[in-house]
């Protein structure tokens, strides 16, 4: 077996792969650019080698360099993670003439596959069912707009080297096949160092449905179930759970067998992924094979109890497969909610900062897989993914229950995340009843994400939570509390709703009427503590907890209700206070995120349409595109291409 191995790659990836390296008695090797300095994964190696600056075009995806960090610490593989490197030929061309061990696929493969246009052509030649499309390189805007015209509205605009949502657009005309095409070539050549772009129809309402295949080089090739991958958004994986509710057994093996087929005729050998689009029929289209580890691989470890890792790094060292296919079962089920440092109630912009508090939540069916702790600096450098919290059930409704409890405990402090939305997604009832789309979101949520709605049932749960923290926040003794009974209080939720409310005291909590409604609130929770942990008539319940100029703010299942409980006359007054009213900023396209401008499409005195794009901002290695929201002319421009400018930065003044 490897003595040492090094692992080009950063964040929570690069942490897996030392835990199960270490856990076979292997060292490990960390490379980090300047912004990693410190970070979680080269404090957990044995070494660590810095290879440049924070770019990862000068870094991470520098092949010379990781070949010297393993010349200068001997060692004898490298794990590519998943991005950067991990599916580039030059790559694993270049480990095998230093005659250093590639922890993934032979080249074979890597050639045909990891070249998303190649394996479609491979695959169609092999009789496997692909999507209709161009595989030919598309070479310009207006190249793109006439084959996407010739294939059919709407169509998929891929990189050829893509991965993790980068470098994808949905064109559904002309106009937004030259956008798209645009944006997607820029992408991928920050993203991948490969602008090649092909396009291909895009199938409406379609399940995305993959399968984990494990080969090595004695002739084994086994498929370890399939994972569900359609909750996504802007084509980037969010919520992904093995097995599906949508595959039955005879699905399973049709899709699995095609997935060996596909992978013993490229000679696969290691871990990789064979994705295919499902329609509602149950027709399945091949649409890419990933030769590297992907993102939501713990979910196949949870219900397989095979170590992914572990199996890539003893088939790379020319082990065989101690398993078959028989002896392959799922056991339970998992769930996987991946952690974004963005703000879904900005339009999921990117978000970056220092996590001023970090704390996972824990428990026997709770697995966190994170590259980051409190301190930690989230940089506009990289995928903006903190961490992926995964859990386990004997069925999906009991998997999904946990989700929703971890998410509630999870503490994110400092920087804009997603926590909420994941919640919120989770204890949807269309995504509990397992009716799946790649158009989700698109369509439970139209208008953007505004907060998850709160049942009756549960707001006035949350009101008398709020309740007992007012009045222990307001004794700091809860002797004091005990001793005052039967208090009368009004619980305001900004002037748009009050609550009036009589708390009683009572072992070990409080008892608050609302109308003719009594709830029994049970909590160890004392003043300073950021989480309310209780028994609220009988069911267990976690809120997040802020408290700020009088203002209770409690968050739990994606909901967040903010309130002031109040005496009855205090309550009164409150209502006679003005309300701030909000600066306007409609003569302004200010920067959203915090990132670099890539272009600025129009000049001084320009007269713009709503709707027309206005610049182009790239944060956390994607594009987005700033439009106008109504018709103007622009009075003066504040910034230009190759700027970074901070959140809310102005970019242009209209008159």
Not at 66 to 74: E, L, R, S, W
Not at 361 to 366: C, M, R
Not at 479 to 497: L, N
Not at 518 to 535: F, L, Q
Request: aromatic share 6%.
């Amino acid at each position: 077996m490897f003595k040492k191995i090094l692992i080009a790659n950063r964040g929570e990836i690069a942490c897996r792969v030392i835990r199960s390296a270490r856990a076979m008695g292997i060292q490990t090797v960390a490379v980090y650019s300047e912004a990693d300095a410190g970070a979680v994964h080269m404090q957990m190696a044995d070494e660590a080698v810095h290879i440049g600056p924070a770019a990862a075009s000068e870094s991470y995806l520098v092949i010379d360099k990781i070949i010297d960090a393993c010349k200068q610490t001997g060692a004898e593989a490298v794990h590519p993670g998943y991005g950067f490197l991990s599916e580039n030929q030059a790559f694993a061309d270049a480990l095998d003439a230093a005659g250093i061990a590639f922890i993934g696929p032979g080249q074979k493969a890597i050639a045909s596959m990891g070249d998303k246009i190649a394996s479609k052509k491979l695959a169609r030649a092999a009789g496997v069912n692909t999507v209709p499309g161009h595989m030919d390189l598309i070479t310009d805007a207006d190249h793109a707009a006439k084959i996407s015209g010739e294939i059919g509205y709407p169509v998929m605009i891929k990189a050829s080297a893509g991965g993790g949502g980068k470098g994808m657009r949905v064109a559904y005309d002309d106009g937004e096949a030259r956008e798209g095409f645009q944006s997607a070539k820029n992408e991928a050549l920050s993203s991948f160092g490969d602008d090649r772009i092909f396009i291909e129809k895009f199938v409406v309402d379609p399940h995305h449905i993959e399968i984990q295949v494990l080969a090595d080089k004695h002739g084994t090739c086994l498929y370890l179930g399939e994972r569900e991958c359609s909750i996504q958004r802007r084509h980037q994986k969010v919520i992904e759970e093995a097995p599906s509710p949508f595959v039955d057994e005879a699905l399973r093996k049709a899709m699995g067998e095609q997935a060996v087929a596909l992978a013993r005729e490229v000679d696969y050998h290691s871990a990789g992924t064979v994705e295919f689009v499902v329609g509602s029929d149950r027709s399945f289209y091949f649409l890419e094979m990933n030769t590297r580890l992907q993102v939501e691989h713990p979910v196949t470890e949870m219900i397989t109890g095979i170590d992914l890792v572990e199996q890539m790094i003893r088939v790379a060292h020319g082990e065989k497969l101690a398993i078959d296919q028989k002896d392959v079962t799922l056991t339970g089920w998992a769930v996987e909610s991946r952690l974004y440092a963005e703000d879904p109630y900005r339009g999921f912009l990117p978000s970056i900062g220092r996590l001023s508090r970090y704390r996972v939540p824990k428990g026997e069916n709770v697995r966190v897989d994170t590259g980051v702790t409190e301190g930690s600096e989230i940089t506009m450098f990289y995928d903006p993914m903190i961490a992926k919290l995964v859990t386990y059930g004997k069925d999906r409704a009991e998997a999904i229950d946990e989700m929703g409890r971890a998410l509630d405990a999870y503490e994110v402090k400092g920087i804009a995340h997603n926590i909420n939305f994941l919640n919120a997604v989770c204890n949807h009832p269309r995504f509990r009843a397992g009716d799946l789309t790649t158009g989700f979101i698109a369509e439970e949520y139209p208008d953007g994400f505004t907060g998850a709605p709160l049942n009756p049932e549960t707001y006035d749960k949350l009101v008398a939570i709020a309740v007992l923290v007012h009045a222990r926040t307001s004794s700091r003794s809860i002797k004091k509390v005990i001793k005052k009974t039967s208090r009368k209080w009004v619980v305001c939720e900004g002037k748009e709703r009050s609550t009036a409310a009589i708390a009683e005291d009572a072992k070990g909590g409080i008892d608050v009427t609302l109308d003719d409604r009594t709830i029994a609130v049970r909590s160890k929770w004392r003043p300073g503590k950021r989480k309310v942990k209780a028994k609220v008539n009988g069911f267990k319940l976690i809120a997040q907890l802020e408290q700020k100029n009088g203002v209770i703010s409690l968050t739990h299942a994606g909901a967040v209700l903010e309130v002031a409980v109040r005496r009855p006359k205090a309550a009164k007054l409150a209502e006679l206070m003005p309300i701030k009213v909000p600066a306007d900023m409609s003569k302004f396209l200010v920067c959203p995120m915090p990132g670099m401008i890539v272009a600025v499409n129009v000049d001084e005195g320009d007269e713009i349409k709503a709707g027309q794009p206005l610049a182009v901002v790239e944060a956390m290695k994607m594009e987005n595109i700033l439009r106008a929201e109504q018709d103007g002319v622009v009075a003066k421009v504040h910034a230009g291409a190759g700027d970074i400018l901070a959140v809310d930065a102005v970019i242009l003044e209209f008159e």
